[in-house]
């Protein structure tokens, strides 16, 4: 990512144009300060569980989530306001989601925690329902909201705000922008096979990489997942010391307390805190996975590029196309194969006032696709800077957060190295009084 991501600067974008809402981001920070967390203060707080009826009139049970907001400006006077409250769906976090995804084409934007549970070691459950998944959903989801609401232009969006301060009526305030048309016709497109001819380089190479990354953090996370199964199974089976002990001790006099009280080391101690161990364990784990889902997102800027740029080939070839139409009407001279020059060899000549025709409707059909080129031009030289920019602010962020989750991961197994020495130590001294 270091290579494939180059310091360029360039300009952001607003949902129609990124060079129009540089300027208005401009004036929002000036205004009310960069990112939404530096005027709001946003939390997720609680899930609840809830019964009710889907589209289909179906009973369902389902997960909401209590976000709680408060004013920065209030915190920093002294003051410690109520917060304001709302509930939130899964689904509703989804649709806010695939809003940003498509309105924002050039930025990275944040994934979602995992719907259902993926990666796991066979202790934990992949109930979508299991009150520890939900927790960690609850965590993941805050972590999204918190992303998005400290991006510079994500956290600007008017539809952003309504989500979190509109209990009622957001939805129909997104649809009301059109955003799913253009959804539709944008996922038809990149559903479909093209190839471009003059590919960016930075992009493929950005492109790739976002597939070596996701490659690489699910690899590390089944690696975590077997480790995690084993290691669990290790400690469990040193249960057994305390009942072997317990049993030893019934028949020994000046042993007995020793192996009793060793075995209860064994047993109750270091058997047992391999649940909690493993249990922090899967904060690491969801950071990353985090970055699994992040790759794609990275990935999804990389295509729009390419479709972008499609795009304005195809369409620069179809103005030449038109051109070379126009300039052997104008001479009457057609290539040897031209479709044009077999129907003239079959039918014979058109009349001045058929050329005359074609050609005006050749000349506004030039003009339309000069300006469609132009468009396009500009179109995919504003997508590269602002997507360039964003790239260069993900690679930050990543190599920051991987540092710290990998870090932090070190230091906790040491820790519960530390910890099992402490035990063996214990039991060690045991033995010795025996």
């Known amino acids: 990512m270091a290579d494939a991501v180059s310091e360029e600067s360039g300009t952001t ?12 981001n401009k004036n929002n920070t000036m205004a009310e300060g960069s990112t939404l967390t530096q005027r709001m ?9 809830r019964n009710g009826k889907n589209a289909v009139n179906m009973q369902e049970t ?9 004013p920065m400006a209030a915190i920093a006077e002294g003051h410690n306001p109520a917060p304001d409250s709302l509930w939130r769906r899964y689904s509703e976090f989804e649709l806010l989601r695939h809003y940003l995804f498509v309105t924002y084409p050039f930025i990275i934007v944040p994934p979602l925690p995992e719907k259902r549970a993926e990666f796991v070691w066979h202790k934990l459950s992949a109930d979508n329902m299991d009150p520890d998944f939900v927790e960690r959903r609850r965590v993941g989801l805050e972590n999204f909201l918190l992303r998005v609401a400290s991006h510079l232009v994500l956290s600007n969006d008017k539809i952003l705000f309504h989500f979190l ?31 471009v001819k003059s590919p960016d380089k930075r992009f493929t190479e950005t492109k790739h990489y976002s597939d ?23 400690y469990k089976v040193h249960a057994n010391y305390g009942r072997v002990f317990s049993e030893w001790s019934a028949i ?6 020793g192996l009793q009280s060793a075995g209860h080391h064994m047993d109750a101690r270091y058997a047992a805190s391999i649940d909690d161990i493993l249990e922090d364990e899967e904060h690491y784990a969801d950071q990353l996975k985090e970055y699994l889902f992040f790759a794609e997102a990275l990935r999804a800027v990389c295509r729009k590029h390419e479709l972008s740029q499609f795009e304005l080939e195809v369409a620069s070839q179809d103005l030449i196309s038109k051109k070379q ?15 044009k020059g077999m129907t003239n060899k079959l039918f014979g000549q058109e009349t001045p006032e058929q050329r005359e025709a074609k050609l005006k409707l050749l000349e506004e059909q030039i003009v339309e696709g000069e300006d469609a080129v132009k468009d396009k031009t500009v179109e995919c030289e504003e997508h590269v800077k602002a997507a360039w920019v964003d790239m260069q602010r993900f690679k930050e962020q990543k ?36």
């Open 13 to 24: 974008g607003d949902q129609h144009s990124p060079s129009s809402d540089l300027e208005k």
């Open 212 to 234: 070596e990354l996701q490659s690489h953090t699910s690899q590390v996370l089944r690696t975590r997942a077997r480790v995690a199964d084993r290691l669990y199974g290790v």
């Open 62 to 70: 389902f997960t909401v989530y209590l976000i709680e907001t408060r």
């Open 252 to 257: 020994e006099k000046e042993m007995g307390d």
């Open 165 to 195: 301060t509109e209990e009622h009526g957001w939805k129909e305030v997104v649809y009301d922008t059109g955003f799913q048309d253009k959804a539709d016709s944008r996922i038809r497109a990149l559903s479909a096979t093209f190839r």
């Open 325 to 339: 139409q126009r300039e052997e009407l104008a001479t009457g001279m057609f290539r040897a194969f031209s479709f």
């Open 41 to 49: 203060e946003i939390s997720v707080t609680e899930a609840e569980k």
């Open 399 to 434: 190599d920051r957060d991987l540092r710290e989750a990998l870090y932090r991961y070190a230091l906790m197994q040491i820790s519960m190295c530390k910890k099992g020495i402490q035990v063996w130590g214990n039991a060690k001294e045991c033995f010795q009084k025996m």
